[in-house]
């Protein structure tokens, strides 16, 4: 295992001559117990920060350019802070630009140029949110770099926002929210309209969360992601000629009782997508009741629900999500299994009993491989806390 600390400073003297003075950033990656695709149509969440996270060494550099070193992928990029566009090559790059664009435009930062190494323990495009990592650990070294602090509302939606315009995903705020506002030991129930959360407590002594990464990468899309967004707001438009008594403003608006009305009127695929978000909403909120009581029975019940409306309703699994949730309903002391995140590949979050952890990961793993011929990786993971400033450029 490598010295990660000692590793970055290297890496950070190698490529821009001193390792002094440097500052450290990181942000967590998060896994998301329920509310698939909720988020983007102002709904409910309930993620937790992982331990898996981002770190970003910074220092400025007495320019107007960011020169930004990715260790994971080896590449490097440099963005001008007065470029007129965004950077082609390299994509990710894009993220942090993105950011420093949107500090510049919408909080009206003078950023000063800064030289960065990124290292991450997160898997790229696994679903754990790797991007919003990026994005929120960027930020914070930006933004130390000119001495601001930022209140943590307005910064998760404005790399909200850089990821959205100049990264070319629509998501929603759930990842950035999580990367900034995660606390050890509670998940945390997002209202993604109000942009106000409740922390619930997450015993670990008694059950465990398990990822399970399929090792399969898609682009989310691009296409899917952005067809599947385009058919909410279809939902959105038709729920709200046909439910004239009430204001719909986004498929938050509704609740389960009313999908009976609405069948008859909709297109079939949209009525599919409109019934997942409608049903995942009233499942996150039954989902925090049962962790808050540590009712696991119950909990798992929901995560199982979640994954087959996905798979179902909202049609973003694919063959290797659902055989890695199949093969871990199947075994002893699993409550509930799901996939988590944007779909189309990824991993899987799993609810275990704690005295059938270590079984169900080796089991698990090997069941999977045999199936597909993927090697997965399995690991443990609990709440942690959110994004910090380890240590101040100077």
């Given at each position: 295992?490598i010295?990660?600390?000692n590793?970055i400073?290297?890496?950070?003297?190698?490529?821009?001559?001193?390792?002094?003075?440097?500052?450290?950033?990181?942000?967590?990656?998060?896994?998301?117990?329920?509310?698939?695709?909720?988020?983007?149509?102002e709904?409910f969440?309930?993620?937790i920060?992982?331990?898996?996270?981002?770190?970003?060494?910074?220092?400025?550099?007495g320019?107007?350019e960011?020169?930004v070193?990715?260790?994971?992928?080896?590449?490097?990029g440099?963005?001008?802070l007065?470029?007129?566009e965004?950077?082609?090559?390299?994509?990710?790059?894009?993220y942090?630009a993105?950011?420093?664009?949107?500090?510049?435009?919408?909080?009206?930062?003078d950023?000063?140029?800064?030289?960065m190494?990124?290292?991450t323990?997160?898997?790229?495009?696994?679903g754990?949110?790797?991007?919003?990592?990026?994005?929120?650990?960027?930020?914070?070294?930006l933004?130390?770099?000119?001495?601001v602090?930022?209140?943590?509302?307005k910064l998760?939606r404005?790399?909200m926002?850089?990821?959205?315009?100049?990264?070319?995903?629509r998501?929603?705020?759930?990842d950035?929210?999580?990367?900034l506002?995660?606390?050890a030991g509670?998940?945390?129930r997002?209202d993604?309209?109000?942009?106000?959360?409740e922390?619930?407590?997450c015993?670990?002594d008694?059950?465990?969360?398990?990822?399970?990464?399929?090792?399969?990468?898609?682009?989310l899309?691009?296409?899917?992601?952005?067809?599947r967004?385009?058919?909410?707001?279809?939902?959105?438009a038709?729920?709200?000629?046909?439910?004239?008594?009430?204001?719909?403003?986004?498929?938050r608006?509704l609740?389960?009782?009313?999908l009976?009305?609405?069948?008859?009127?909709?297109?079939?695929?949209?009525?599919?997508?409109?019934?997942?978000?409608v049903?995942?909403n009233?499942?996150?909120?039954?989902?925090?009741?049962?962790?808050?009581?540590?009712?696991?029975?119950a909990?798992?019940?929901?995560?199982?629900?979640s994954?087959e409306?996905?798979?179902?309703?909202?049609e973003?699994?694919c063959?290797?999500l659902?055989?890695m949730?199949?093969?871990?309903?199947?075994?002893?002391?699993?409550?509930g299994?799901?996939?988590?995140?944007?779909?189309?590949?990824?991993?899987?979050?799993n609810?275990?009993?704690?005295e059938?952890v270590?079984s169900?990961?080796?089991k698990?793993?090997?069941?999977?491989?045999a199936r597909?011929?993927?090697?997965?990786?399995?690991?443990?993971?609990?709440?942690?806390?959110?994004?910090?400033?380890?240590?101040?450029?100077s």
């Amino acid at each position: 295992m490598i010295d990660r600390p000692n590793a970055i400073l290297l890496k950070f003297k190698e490529l821009y001559g001193t390792s002094k003075g440097v500052g450290v950033t990181r942000a967590p990656g998060r896994v998301n117990i329920i509310g698939g695709h909720t988020d983007y149509n102002e709904g409910f969440v309930l993620p937790i920060a992982i331990a898996r996270d981002t770190v970003v060494a910074f220092k400025p550099n007495g320019s107007q350019e960011l020169n930004v070193h990715s260790m994971a992928l080896e590449e490097s990029g440099t963005f001008p802070l007065d470029a007129p566009e965004m950077p082609a090559e390299p994509q990710w790059l894009r993220y942090v630009a993105g950011v420093a664009r949107v500090l510049q435009d919408e909080a009206g930062l003078d950023l000063a140029g800064v030289d960065m190494v990124v290292h991450t323990t997160l898997p790229i495009g696994g679903g754990l949110s790797s991007s919003a990592a990026l994005e929120v650990a960027s930020a914070l070294a930006l933004t130390s770099a000119v001495r601001v602090e930022l209140d943590r509302h307005k910064l998760a939606r404005m790399c909200m926002r850089a990821e959205n315009e100049h990264a070319g995903m629509r998501c929603g705020v759930m990842d950035q929210y999580t990367a900034l506002f995660g606390e050890a030991g509670s998940a945390v129930r997002l209202d993604c309209r109000s942009m106000q959360h409740e922390l619930i407590p997450c015993s670990t002594d008694t059950a465990k969360f398990v990822v399970c990464d399929t090792g399969v990468r898609r682009e989310l899309g691009t296409s899917e992601y952005e067809e599947r967004r385009n058919e909410c707001e279809r939902g959105v438009a038709e729920a709200a000629r046909i439910l004239t008594a009430q204001p719909v403003e986004a498929l938050r608006d509704l609740v389960p009782g009313e999908l009976s009305a609405l069948q008859p009127e909709l297109d079939a695929v949209i009525f599919k997508r409109v019934r997942h978000v409608v049903t995942e909403n009233a499942r996150v909120l039954d989902a925090a009741k049962n962790m808050r009581l540590q009712n696991y029975v119950a909990l798992g019940v929901l995560m199982d629900a979640s994954h087959e409306s996905l798979r179902d309703d909202y049609e973003v699994s694919c063959e290797e999500l659902d055989a890695m949730v199949e093969i871990a309903w199947s075994q002893t002391g699993v409550y509930g299994s799901r996939m988590t995140g944007g779909g189309f590949g990824g991993c899987t979050i799993n609810l275990v009993d704690a005295e059938h952890v270590d079984s169900f990961c080796k089991k698990v793993a090997v069941a999977y491989e045999a199936r597909t011929g993927i090697a997965p990786h399995v690991y443990v993971c609990a709440p942690e806390n959110g994004a910090q400033v380890i240590r101040a450029a100077s």
